[in-house]
C-alpha cells in the first residue's frame, strides 16, 4: 500500500479556463435522465487512514426542518458526543454562525469543553463572513468554493480564473489570521476535474506549505451524481474524484471529505467508497436530515465503520436509539416504522414459521443482537399466521411487561385476541395488524395492562394540540404579546381547529394579554376573565414558566363554563429565547371523546 502512495503523478496541470460552460451535456442532458459512462479504467482501493465522521447536522440538517432551538442544539450535540465522539470517530460539527441564535448555539457547546466532534463554522467565501469566525474564535471553517461550471458561469456569473482567485483571496485571509479553510467544492459531480479541481486543488497545498497550516478539502456531490461503479468515468465516479485528489493534487487524506446526497440513493455507498478509496473523512447528519434528499445518515456510517473495521469500541451504538427517540419525542418527527436500526419495525417479522423460528431463537431472523448494540427488542407484525404464540410475544414486548407480569400463550385473553384477528382474514382482510389495532384489541381483552382512561386521553391530547400550540405561540404576532395582533391570529387558530374550546396568552406576571373563546355562546361565561386578570396562581401558567417546557394539565372542571377540561400551555419566547408569556390551550373532555372515537377504532377486525 505504501508504494502506491508514492507513485505520485509528473503531470503539469494548470487552469482551463474556457470563455464558455461545460455542462458535460453527453451525460447529463437534463431532458433525459443522467446518464452513467465507463472508460474501463480500474483502480485498486486504498483504505483512508484513519476514517473518521464529521456532522452537518446543524447546518444542512437545518436546512430540511424548522430550525433547532440552542437548547435542542446542546442536547443533540451531546448526543453526537455520546455517540462516537468520545473516541473521535465523530470528529467535527459544523454550525451556521449568521444569527444570534447560531452564535448562541456555538457558545454553548464550546463551552462543554469536548475534544471531539470540535465546533467548526461554516460560511460563504468572502472576508465578511469569515470576520465572524474570526470573532467567534473557531480555528476551522468551511466556506462555500463552487467548482461546476453551474454554480461558476450560471450562478455566480464568473470565469474559472475569477472564480478561483476569489476563492484564493478568502482562504490566504483565513491562514492569515491562523483560521484552517475548508473549501467546499460544492458540485463536484459536475465540474471540469483536471480542467478546474485539481489545479485549484493545487494551489490550496501550496497555500498551506507556505503557512504551515492545513487547508482542507470537501468534495461535494450536491445533486447526488456519484456513483461507486468500478470502470466508472469522471466526474461521476467517487473513487476516481478521491484518487485525483489523493494522487494528483497530493491532498493528504485526512484533509479530505465527502459529502453526499441521496438525490440517486447512493448517498452511503458512495460515501463507503470514498472511504475506501483514501478520502478520511465522510460528513453525515443525524437520521440523514439534509437538504432534499437527504445527506449519509451519521448513524448508518457508524455501524458500516465498525463493519469495516472490527473496532466495535468506537462508538455507543445503543445511543442511536436515544437519538431517534429524542427526535421523536421532543422534535415531533416520525420515523418511518421501516427505517434501519430505529424504525420501531425494522427489525420486525411476520408471520407463521419466521415467528415459529424468532420465538425458538432470534438470531435466526435478526441482523444482529439489537437488544445488545441498539437497545431494541426484536417486535413481530401481526398476521393470521402468527398464533397464539406471536400474539403473546407481541403483547409482552409491545408493552413492555417484566418477565413476572408477561402474558403466556395459554392465557384465555390472548385466545380470544387470536380468534378476532382470525375473523378478519376469514371475511376477507389480505393487510397485517398495526401496532395501534393490535393495542385496541389487547386493550378490549385485558385493559388492566394499560393506564387509565383520563391517561389515556390526555397523551390524545397532546398528540392533537401540542404542535399545533407550539406553533401558534412561535407565530410573529403572538410572540410580538400585542393583544390585537396576538387575538386575531389565535381566532383564526381557532377557526381552523375546533378541538381547541379556548386560548388565553398572558404575560410573564401572569396577567392576562388577550383571551379568545371559540363557541359563541361561551362568551358570556368568560366575561369576567378580561385583560389584565390575574391567572399566576395557575398551574397551566406556574410550570411552564418554571421549566420552560410544554405543559399538560390534569383534567379539572372550568369555573367559568362548569366543564371539564385540560390545558395545553407552552412558552412564549422571542427570537433570543427570553421568556415573553405563556400560551394556554382548553380542550373540552367531550371534544377528547369525540377525537377519540375517531381516531382509536374500537374494533380493528372490521377494517377489512
Known amino acids: 500500500m505504501s508504494l502506491l502512495h508514492l507513485n505520485k503523478t509528473e503531470r503539469k496541470l494548470s487552469l482551463k479556463n474556457p470563455a464558455n460552460p461545460e455542462l458535460f451535456r453527453r451525460i447529463y442532458p437534463y431532458t433525459n435522465i443522467s446518464r452513467i459512462s465507463f472508460d474501463d479504467r480500474f483502480i485498486m482501493p486504498r483504505p483512508a487512514d484513519p476514517m473518521f465522521i464529521t456532522d452537518t447536522t446543524f447546518r444542512d440538517g437545518q436546512q430540511a426542518r424548522p430550525p433547532y432551538s440552542v437548547d435542542q442544539i446542546s442536547h443533540i450535540f451531546d448526543l453526537l458526543h455520546k455517540l462516537g465522539g468520545k473516541s473521535g470517530l465523530i470528529r467535527a460539527s459544523e454550525f451556521f454562525l449568521y444569527s444570534d441564535k447560531d452564535r448562541r448555539a456555538v457558545e454553548a457547546c464550546l463551552a462543554k ?99 504551515h497550516l492545513p487547508v482542507k478539502i470537501r468534495l461535494c456531490d450536491t445533486m447526488g451524481y456519484g456513483v461507486p461503479y468500478p470502470g466508472s468515468d469522471l466526474p461521476r465516479s467517487v473513487a476516481r474524484i478521491v484518487r485525483a485528489f489523493t494522487d494528483e493534487a497530493e491532498v493528504p487524506g485526512e484533509w ?88 420501531k419495525d425494522f427489525n420486525a417479522t411476520s408471520a407463521g414459521i419466521h415467528v415459529d423460528g424468532l420465538l425458538k431463537n432470534e438470531e435466526i431472523y435478526n441482523i444482529f443482537d439489537t437488544t445488545k448494540l441498539l437497545n431494541r427488542k426484536v417486535p413481530i407484525i401481526i398476521t393470521d399466521k402468527s398464533g397464539r404464540a406471536g400474539v403473546a410475544y407481541w403483547i409482552n414486548h409491545q408493552l413492555g411487561l417484566s418477565k413476572d407480569a408477561q402474558i403466556d400463550k395459554r392465557h384465555p385473553a390472548v385466545g380470544k385476541i387470536y380468534e378476532s384477528i382470525e375473523k378478519a382474514y376469514q371475511a376477507g382482510r389480505t393487510t397485517s395488524f398495526s401496532n395501534q389495532e393490535m393495542k385496541s384489541l389487547v386493550k378490549r381483552y385485558l385493559p388492566e395492562l394499560f393506564a387509565s382512561e383520563f391517561d389515556h386521553l390526555k397523551q390524545l391530547a397532546h398528540n392533537l394540540s401540542a404542535r399545533l400550540v407550539v406553533r401558534l405561540s412561535e407565530s410573529p404576532e403572538v410572540r410580538s404579546m400585542n393583544p390585537d395582533a396576538a387575538g386575531k391570529v389565535i381566532g383564526d387558530f381557532l377557526a381552523k381547529y375546533p378541538v381547541i374550546q379556548f386560548v388565553n396568552l398572558v404575560d410573564t406576571d401572569g396577567k392576562v394579554v388577550e383571551r379568545v373563546v371559540a363557541n359563541e355562546e361561551d362568551k358570556p361565561k368568560y366575561a369576567p376573565l378580561t385583560r389584565g386578570t390575574d391567572l399566576s396562581s395557575r398551574e397551566w401558567f406556574i410550570t411552564p414558566m418554571q421549566t420552560g417546557k410544554l405543559h399538560i394539565t390534569n383534567f379539572y372542571q372550568s369555573q367559568y363554563t362548569g366543564k371539564l377540561l385540560l390545558t395545553v400551555a407552552v412558552p412564549v419566547v422571542d427570537e433570543q429565547d427570553n421568556p415573553r408569556g405563556v400560551l394556554g390551550a382548553d380542550i373540552r373532555f367531550e371534544e377528547l371523546l369525540k377525537r377519540h372515537a375517531e381516531l382509536d377504532p374500537q374494533d380493528p377486525t372490521e377494517m377489512v
Open 113 to 211: 469543553g469536548y475534544k471531539y466532534p470540535r465546533v467548526t463554522g461554516w460560511i460563504r467565501a468572502n472576508a465578511k463572513d469569515l470576520k465572524l469566525v474570526k470573532d467567534m474564535g473557531l480555528t476551522e471553517t468551511g466556506m462555500l468554493t463552487s467548482v461546476s461550471d453551474y454554480h461558476i458561469y450560471l450562478k455566480l456569473q464568473k470565469n474559472r480564473k475569477q472564480a478561483m482567485d476569489d476563492y484564493l483571496e478568502v482562504v490566504s485571509k483565513a491562514l492569515d489570521w491562523g483560521i484552517t479553510p475548508r473549501c467546499h467544492f460544492e458540485d463536484i459531480t459536475r465540474a471540469d476535474i483536471y480542467g478546474f479541481c485539481i489545479p485549484f486543488a493545487q494551489k490550496l497545498m501550496q497555500l498551506s506549505k507556505e503557512y
Open 256 to 343: 479530505l471529505e465527502w459529502h453526499g446526497h441521496n438525490d440517486f440513493h447512493k448517498v452511503l455507498v458512495n460515501g463507503v467508497v470514498a472511504w475506501l478509496y483514501g478520502c478520511g473523512g465522510i460528513n453525515g447528519t443525524l437520521l440523514g436530515f439534509g437538504e432534499r434528499t437527504g445527506n449519509s445518515p451519521i448513524e448508518a456510517l457508524v455501524i458500516e465503520y465498525i463493519q469495516l473495521t472490527g473496532d466495535d469500541d468506537a462508538a455507543e451504538t445503543p445511543v442511536i436509539s436515544e437519538i431517534a427517540e429524542y427526535f421523536e419525542r421532543e422534535l415531533g418527527y416520525r420515523v418511518p416504522d421501516n427505517y434501519p436500526f430505529v424504525g
